[in-house]
């Protein structure tokens, strides 16, 4: 492929799963552009050694880290065995579910392949990230503080999540100075959010200072507002448990337990950095009690007694949580390169390679295994024909206060669905990407809202809508 000490001509990209093709297809262009610049003249003139220049595009990132965390866990299913999994990648920035099958590979495959993963199940919360989540935080400290922050002229900016409040119009502002001073306030509070060993101290008084700018540029050394660490703490957990909550969802719809009888043994698989978090493992561990009981109630078995599993979610001590992280249907593994993985790896801490995956690099190794001509054979069912991902979101109306779907995820690009009836020259409807919204009890306050005005009003006629990408309609 390349020589060891001289110039890498073969690259692999992977991309998060709710990335469309045209953005995919523009950053790869992108990125062979850039690396082309990088190459010596003599390189770029050399029609054989560019005849081997290859920027591809390889798995998403949360199959490649499957794909990696499946090995290092050493789980190999019996042949014709499948194993079921699903991965939270709990990054920075955004949280990216996959679902799938692990399996080894049959008899025709095996002289090319050890192991093939099937994957047909993605999703994710665009805005559970730890820097989204730490900009939520802020934004709630300085709602706090306003009629402080409105005397003295200090803007903030607006999180993608938050909401307006009465008076924000003067305090809520996108410029300089607005990102700025919410950027210094994440910095303080950032302590609190990653569990910095004595951060509870920061917060104790109930008061911090932090350096601000007013609208005119002029900064407010020491400035001090009110914080309740208390409060963010449940901000911190109601928000994370939204997320856990959709992954249960998207997992429900993804292996259909309803007509699945007796799946069990599902691999969680946390990946990103931010799954570290004590607060991700107690909910995993309070949802996966909750979905397993329900299966056992489809699949007609007899309830368990949960008074134990309950008792040890309280416990935030990093033996118990993990120590009761499965049941008869889940098996939660942490990230690559978190002390809790060596121990499931039983890897000594003197043992411990530096080189070894992690729960970041793990999708780089996994995009090396599953590269052509790699042991690891991929087949994706979450794109169409054309490579496209599925259509990104459900749309319904609003029944009594909560979204009722009418066009899911699952539809086929280019087919009409019926929508409305065409009485009158005017409808709405609503939209979200959350699989929390398959359930018809999503409250509608907060989601997405399009009014439409038809050209004519027929009693006899019905509207329709077809999705035509993963976030374009017609109607």
Not at 10 to 38: H, Q
Not at 87 to 93: A, H, N, Q, R
Request: proline share 3%; aromatic share 12%; hydrophobic share 35%.
């Amino acid at each position: 492929m390349f020589d060891s000490n001289g110039i890498y001509l073969n690259y692999i990209l992977s991309f998060p799963v709710t990335y469309e093709k045209a953005i995919r297809d523009k950053i790869t262009k992108s990125f062979e552009k850039g690396l082309k610049k990088s190459l010596p003249v003599e390189v770029l003139n050399d029609e054989a050694c560019m005849s081997k220049f290859r920027v591809t595009q390889g798995a998403s990132e949360p199959a490649a880290y499957a794909i990696c965390a499946l090995q290092e866990y050493k789980i190999s299913p019996e042949d014709g065995e499948k194993v079921f999994y699903g991965v939270f990648d709990f990054g920075g920035g955004t949280t990216d579910f996959d679902f799938g099958t692990w399996r080894k590979a049959n008899e025709k495959e095996k002289r090319r392949y050890n192991y093939v993963i099937e994957h047909f199940g993605a999703g994710g919360d665009q805005y559970l990230g730890g820097e989204n989540l730490l900009e939520l935080l802020s934004f709630e400290v300085f709602k706090k503080n306003q009629d402080k922050l409105r005397e003295q002229g200090i803007p903030f900016s607006m999180p993608a999540e938050g909401e307006r409040f009465p008076g924000s119009e003067i305090l809520i502002s996108d410029s300089q100075e607005a990102r700025f001073n919410t950027r210094q306030l994440m910095e303080v509070i950032r302590p609190l959010w990653e569990k910095r060993e004595g951060y509870e101290k920061n917060f104790e008084s109930g008061v911090i200072k932090v350096s601000l700018f007013d609208k005119s540029g002029k900064r407010k050394e020491m400035f001090e507002l009110e914080i309740n660490s208390d409060e963010l703490e449940k901000l911190l957990k109601n928000r994370i448990e939204k997320g856990v909550k959709n992954f249960f969802e998207a997992l429900k719809l993804t292996f259909n337990f309803k007509e699945t009888e007796g799946l069990k043994n599902i691999i969680i698989l946390l990946a990103g950095n931010s799954s570290k978090s004590s607060i991700v493992r107690e909910l995993f561990n309070k949802y996966i009690e909750i979905e397993a009981e329900q299966i056992r109630e489809y699949n007609n078995k007899e309830n368990v007694d949960c008074n134990k599993s309950e008792e040890a979610i309280t416990d935030t001590k990093e033996e118990a949580i993990w120590n009761i992280a499965e049941n008869e249907y889940f098996k939660i593994y942490p990230p690559l390169g978190s002390m809790q993985s060596y121990k499931m790896q039983e890897v000594e801490e003197k043992d411990i390679d530096i080189t070894k995956p992690t729960g970041k690099t793990g999708v780089a190794f996994g995009l090396i295994e599953c590269r052509k001509g790699g042991r690891i054979k991929v087949v994706s069912k979450n794109n169409d024909a054309n490579n496209e991902i599925k259509f990104k979101y459900y749309i319904g109306h609003d029944e009594f206060g909560k979204f009722c779907v009418d066009i899911s995820r699952e539809v086929k690009y280019n087919e009409w669905q019926l929508f409305i009836d065409a009485s009158e020259d005017e409808f709405e409807f609503y939209y979200t990407n959350l699989p929390e919204a398959t359930t018809n009890n999503l409250s509608i306050d907060g989601l997405r809202r399009k009014n439409i005005i038809l050209p004519i009003e027929d009693e006899e006629a019905n509207v329709y809508i077809r999705a035509v990408s993963p976030s374009c309609i017609e109607y």
